[in-house]
């Protein structure tokens, strides 16, 4: 399989930040003379497609429908870009490496880009091939939207007391460990509900390789996996997600928090501000590293069902997701798909400098 580059994007590079939680500043407040403390912050959400919270009150269905319209309308726009990250993922190069120079003026085999890519695919599918797999993804993330506000009314947030600037150290970080715990079960609770909806997404893609035609719809590919697969083809893939979305979640906001209490001083005259986009920043650290969870639970997603992306030669059958990890890191390939735009021929490939 020919290696794209490592350089590593926000979980899941630009894409998955598409989907990518908004994160609102914290309301200011003043520093305890003794204590100073960072400002509240919202929990961090992971920037791969997953959904973001809703209203409540009266208002609470209108803004549910208005958060999954919003959400569609993101998820359209970004499925070329997904589309395109995923046959990267699975090792599809039907275009050859072009020779380019880099910053230090030596030559260098670079892949094609997104751009090149998806012309690619419009060239084979037309216009309308950049949105192949858009249906179970769109049902996928409304499912997620409608789970996470369903919860949100089941276990109210109201009853998690925010980080104040007036709380000790010990207090805010029990705080923050109790938001990042309620986070993490609407996370999870809304993965595991959505995760059969994202594989059948998964595997319509991927029909692009072997220009298969074998998950056509929703409701087909649903009876096509339960018979072949059982339940637990619904499920592949999941477990990675899952640590995925845990360890983003955990390191974001503990990073944030630290970094807001020892390395954030209440003297400097912006640091309100620079608090306010900490956990930004964290998001996009962290998610670079929790990138290979989500390219792991992607292939296991596609492994061995029949499909020529799933079969060598393009993958192995993996016996499992830590027999798959463990082989993309053998193979120095846990960041494959990573980036879209600079894309440097790694070591391993198949492709050689003349």
């Known amino acids: 399989m020919a290696g794209a580059g490592a350089g590593a994007g926000a979980r899941g590079g630009a894409a998955a930040g598409v989907e990518a939680r908004a994160r609102d500043p914290p309301p200011a407040h ?5 204590h100073p403390r960072p400002a509240a912050q919202p929990s961090a959400r992971r920037m791969d497609g997953g959904s973001g919270g809703l209203g409540s009150g009266d208002n609470a269905p209108t803004t549910e429908a208005l958060f999954v319209a919003l959400g569609a309308g993101v998820t359209a726009l970004s499925h070329p870009l997904l589309y395109v990250k995923l046959l990267i993922q699975v090792g599809h190069e039907p275009m050859p490496p072009t020779l380019g120079t880099n910053v230090l003026g030596r030559k260098v085999l670079y892949l094609p880009s997104f751009f090149t890519y998806a ?9 309308i091939g950049l949105f192949r797999g858009l249906s179970p993804r769109l049902m996928s993330n ?6 996470r506000g369903s919860m949100k009314k089941v276990f109210p947030p109201d009853e998690i007391e925010q980080v104040s600037n007036k709380d000790d150290m010990k207090t805010s970080l029990k705080k923050v460990v109790k938001e990042t715990s309620y986070e993490m079960m609407m996370q999870c609770v809304s993965r595991m509900l959505a995760h059969p909806l994202h594989v059948i997404s998964m595997r319509c893609m991927v029909q692009f390789v072997g220009r298969e035609a074998k998950y056509s719809g929703v409701l087909s590919s649903i009876g096509k996996i339960f018979k072949e697969e059982g339940l637990l083809g619904f499920f592949v893939g999941l477990i990675p997600h899952l640590l995925g979305d845990v360890v983003f979640l955990w390191g974001c906001n503990l990073l944030a928090h630290f970094i807001n209490a020892y390395l954030v001083d209440d003297s400097f005259s912006q640091a309100l501000a620079i608090r306010s986009y900490t956990k930004f920043v964290m998001g996009i650290a962290v998610s670079m590293l929790t990138y290979p969870f989500l390219l792991v639970g992607d292939l296991m997603a596609v492994n061995n069902c029949g499909l020529q992306a799933g079969l060598p030669p393009y ?3 993996f016996k499992s997701w830590i027999h798959c990890w463990k082989y993309l890191s053998v193979q120095g390939q846990l960041f494959r798909g990573s980036s879209l735009l600079f894309r440097r021929v790694s070591s391993g490939s198949c492709f050689a400098l003349e």
């Open 30 to 34: 003043r520093a305890h003379p003794r």
């Open 119 to 127: 012309k690619y695919i419009v060239q084979v599918d037309g216009k």
């Open 142 to 147: 409304a499912l997620s939207t409608v789970t």
């Open 315 to 317: 993958s192995p059958v």
